[in-house]
């Protein structure tokens, strides 16, 4: 009820004609742009186009977002689009949006059909697309109004209901809630966005605003698939008859951006040792991870999860017991242990993250893990022994 109650707080904070605002943006990994952004504002709507290379497929999506004098979504539409403009195969030609005063109805239009689904919901907002925050503008303007914006119910092109949220992550900055990643998300007096951050977000992608004026048609056709950006790879150590170790990992590149301790592998945290799927060690040996003369950690046979938490202080392996999941799901309660690593110099830079299991024998090895200026090491014995 609070959200209704400032709607008229809202209607007096915006200006009562608003000029067109058009903005840009450039999401980069690094030095890679993987999306574009445009779109324009205006009191009455927000209008905007996005094109993205991600894996095998460039998609490119127009969207618009009408606002009533309320400065709230009234209607909104979404259109996914191949780069040269045309429909993809098989697919709607129109996502459309209309709320109401207690629920928002979503029609997917196709060539022969209209699918229509109506959601009980007060005050509800559209959910987008990763990589389209201009629309984001108008939480950020129903928040400096008074408005409870924590969570409120929002729709997207797929599924049921949902929410988008925003709470405080600094004095001009806010952290998004309910999309795919808690973005962080800075905006000037007037409501307009100003920079997009998923550095501590397993997305990593950074915009920065720009004034517009881009052809996103000429764009979209020319870019070309980003291919996999973390491709999947397996190390492997042989330790005598029938002794395997094998680590399947994914393998980020660093693309100019900070490691171990910067916006990669941030202090404190417990990262995921590569990227999407969770990294799995796979041994048919007894593993006794840990230097001569400090702690150890003792692996019987089996699959594990591994897991690295760096801190100013030093550099952690974590052996956890569940396996299977994403690379973001870490329940500590499963943890088969932690043991302290060695970090050390490379020779030189690298690139795509770099596990290697070293074997120094029939029952000695190490496994070592390489990204960027550094390297991090534990040592192990493996022995033989029975699963227990």
Known sequence: MRLLATLSVLALALPPALSAQPASFVYRLGKDTVAIEQYTRTATAITGEMVQRSGAAVVRYQYSLALGKDGRPSAGSLKRLQPDGSLPPNAPSDTRFTVYADSIVREIVWSDSTQRRAFAARGALINFPTFIYGPTEVLAALRKAGANVDSVPALGAAGGMGFAGMSAAGADTLRLRGGAYAMLLRYDANNRLQSVDGSFTTNKAVGRRANGGLDIASIAK????????????????????????????????????????????????????????????????????GAAGGPTLVVPPGMYSLWVQHTKSGTTLIVNKQTGQWGTQYDAAQDLGRVPMQMAATPSHVEEFTIVVRAQGANRGGIEMAWGGSVVSVPFMATAGARP
């Open 222 to 289: 020319n870019m070309k698939p980003t291919g996999v950006l973390s491709v999947r790879d397996v190390a492997r150590g042989s330790f005598g008859a029938g002794g395997m170790v094998l680590i399947d990992y994914g393998r980020p590149s660093v693309r100019d951006r900070t490691v171990w301790g910067g916006t990669l592998v941030p202090f404190d945290s417990v990262w995921r040792t590569g990227a999407n799927d969770a990294t799995h060690l796979f041994t048919t040996r007894t593993l006794t991870l």
